[in-house]
């Protein structure tokens, strides 16, 4: 029987709808909680049956919901071109002091505060974005980020920098050209830049003119006289790479390889199995996200769309209080999700809702109302295999919920969340057909509301943290940290179970999601990840407590019914061989020298022992001295032999595991701090 703490539960589920004291949801949810009384709560709202039916019972109950509802109007960052001038102005000076790097930080604030070209001709003649892009484009000239420079280049031209000085930015353009070894480039660049101020010398006067004209010269001398650099391999890649998953993929789980299914019990629900035999290090699943969404506090830091570090931020056109790292992915968000969640960003952030509340917003709208009512009459089919669709919405519309265990009181909470997201919506334009009617629902309203619900429920249990890992040095693990910086829903991911021993290291490229094999399984057995808590870390009453509280479910996992020992007392003593003789699978201590089973002598030679060890220690000495590749290679050669001769727990065996969850981590999002 699974033991919650009734207290620990419901704080456990009150922060997934809202995470900061600060806000106003929690308030309202009260408000009405307290208004509507426990007896309508238990008598009325707990026996309905529907999403649809709870929200429109709420929805109807007037004023103490409404007159909440009424008052969500935009709230946003909106541009200023004043402050962008102010800015630039300072960015400018400390360019001229040598600080590029200082000057980069304010250049970025420039450009995300900056109004379309054209929008403010009071402030830079309307040209705010275009200087702002040009300016910025010095500093990474300067700090040598060149092809971020030839963005920024690029940018300011189209954003209408002024013609008559357009010939810096083709100078600048030779320059970064230069830099990249891409000569012929780099000459064509500073012959144009040399033709634009031969046409516009009589705007820039004859001093400006001749000087920058014998400048221009030298280097375009000068590149006569170098050959560009021959290439013999490809120049290295800006960031992780997204790994290919193990002997090819799944045909009914695209994101999973063939190594993997799924199985279905009474007991453990929908589950990933071992279809073949997955050895130490197998990449077993690579899957981009359904929905993602970015933590506030990254607003400014991460782009809001494939949550890369930034560089040189692209800002949305309408407001500033999100960044892109591209135009591509500016143009991305405000043709889907962020042409709703513009105006509305300050209002969502400052109610106090969780990240979870956005995620289940961005769910709908990442693909708009026409979407969902394509596929409205297909929602309630029954899906055996759930990623039938791969990437389809049915996968996740079919995740568990734990509907029927829900609390009223807090399914109550989740519909005036999704009342108030609905109302957002409704604000925002999602509803062409949208009358200033606030008092009655329609039936697409009431659809999308209800499904909002589902949302809220389903991903208690199933989204996953995304995060990156933050180092003083590349390669330098010690010291190392975690970082959140998102959160997602991955529909295959979500139905790998539990296990405070798990088979799987979790990290993240970008926002895919990466599973990669910590030790070996054979065919059939249970391919689990883990939700928090390992049982090297924390005692078996704090797991079962933590998992049934925030997870409902009591955890039957090995460790957990063997009780095995947490780091304080594990020892490398505790480790156990398996038994030779075919068939018999007992486990015996290494004092033991027959099979209690077969009786068959088992032992386990002290050169086998000793060259293991070795194997582990010369794995964290190479990892240790940042050699990642090798280490990976001595630890997964450690763990299939000692999962081969023997079982856990086992002290040195679950350190390197560890070890080989930070080095596999390296392969995905990683940041090194700057000092």
Not at 167 to 193: D, N
Request: hydrophobic share 35%; with cysteine.
């Amino acid at each position: 029987m699974m033991q919650q703490d009734p207290t620990y539960t419901e704080l456990c589920s009150s922060v997934t709808l809202q995470s900061k004291e600060e806000g106003f949801f929690l308030d309202f949810a009260h408000q009405v909680t307290d208004t509507v009384g426990p007896e309508w709560i238990a008598k009325k709202f707990a026996g309905l049956k529907t999403d649809e039916e709870r929200l429109k019972t709420c929805h109807e109950l007037g004023d103490c919901v409404h007159g909440v509802l009424q008052n969500v109007q935009e709230l946003y960052r909106r541009k200023n071109a004043p402050l962008s001038f102010q800015k630039r102005q300072d960015a400018e000076r400390y360019l001229e002091a040598g600080k590029p790097r200082e000057a980069l930080v304010l250049c970025n604030h420039a450009i995300m505060r900056a109004p379309p070209t054209g929008a403010d001709p009071g402030v830079d003649g309307g040209l705010s974005l275009a200087l702002g892009m040009a300016t910025r484009s010095e500093c990474l000239l300067q700090l040598e980020e060149n092809e971020a420079c030839l963005s920024d280049i690029q940018l300011a031209i189209r954003e209408g920098f002024p013609p008559h000085r357009r010939y810096e930015l083709y100078w600048r353009m030779g320059r970064c050209y230069r830099g990249l070894g891409q000569i012929p480039k780099a000459r064509v660049s500073l012959q144009l830049a040399l033709t634009l101020l031969e046409e516009n010398k009589d705007q820039l006067g004859p001093l400006e003119t001749i000087a920058s004209s014998v400048r221009l010269q030298n280097e375009v001398s000068q590149l006569e006289m170098e050959q560009a650099p021959l290439q013999l391999e490809e120049p290295p890649s800006k960031g992780p790479t997204v790994p290919s998953v193990r002997h090819g993929k799944n045909p009914n789980m695209p994101a999973a390889s063939r190594l993997v299914t799924i199985a279905c019990s009474p007991e453990q629900g929908r589950y990933a199995v071992a279809a073949g035999r997955i050895v130490t290090g197998d990449t077993v699943v690579v899957e981009p996200p359904y929905a993602a969404c970015l933590l506030p506090d990254m607003f400014g830091t991460h782009c809001h769309n494939c949550f890369v570090r930034l560089l040189a931020p692209v800002g949305c056109p309408e407001c500033s209080g999100v960044a892109f790292c591209s135009v591509r992915c500016r143009d991305q968000a405000t043709s889907s999700y962020h042409c709703y969640e513009c105006h509305y960003m300050d209002l969502l952030v400052g109610s106090g809702m969780s990240i979870l509340c956005h995620l289940a917003l961005r769910m709908v709208t990442q693909s708009g109302l026409q979407h969902f009512l394509d596929i409205k009459d297909t929602l309630h089919e029954s899906f055996s295999q759930p990623n039938i669709h791969p990437g389809s919405y049915g996968s996740v519309y079919n995740l568990v919920t734990h509907a029927d265990n829900r609390p009223a009181q807090d399914f109550l909470h989740r519909t005036l969340m999704a009342l108030f997201l609905l109302r957002c919506l409704q604000e925002a334009h999602f509803f062409p057909a949208r009358t200033d009617n606030i008092e009655s629902l329609g039936p697409d309203e009431l659809f999308i509301g209800s499904l909002l619900l589902r949302h809220l429920q389903l991903l208690q249990f199933n989204a996953h943290e995304i995060f990156e890992t933050c180092m003083e040095a590349p390669n330098k693990f010690r010291g190392s940290k975690i970082l959140f910086m998102g959160v997602g829903i991955y529909p295959t991911v979500a139905m790998f179970n539990h296990d405070c021993h798990p088979a799987l290291a979790r990290y993240f490229v970008g926002k895919n999601i990466v599973l990669q094999a910590l030790r070996p399984l054979e065919t059939g057995e249970c391919v689990s990840e883990n939700y928090g808590p390992t049982f090297t870390k924390r005692p078996l009453a704090f797991r079962q407590k933590t998992l049934a509280s925030r997870y409902w479910f009591k955890c039957s996992c090995q460790a957990c019914t063997e009780d095995w020992p947490t780091y304080d007392t594990l020892s490398s003593d505790n480790f156990r061989l398996r038994c030779s003789t075919k068939g018999c699978k007992q486990l015996c201590r290494k004092e033991h020298h027959r099979c209690p089973k077969c009786k068959k002598q088992v032992s386990l030679q002290d050169g086998v022992v000793k060259e293991l060890t070795e194997r582990f220690s010369e794995g964290m000495e190479a990892m240790e001295a940042g050699d990642v590749d090798r280490a990976v290679q001595l630890f997964c050669s450690y763990l299939d032999t000692m999962y081969c001769v023997g079982a856990p727990p086992c002290r040195d065996m679950s350190r390197c595991q560890d070890a080989l969850r930070m080095c596999l981590s390296n392969s995905g999002n990683t940041w090194t701090v700057r000092k």
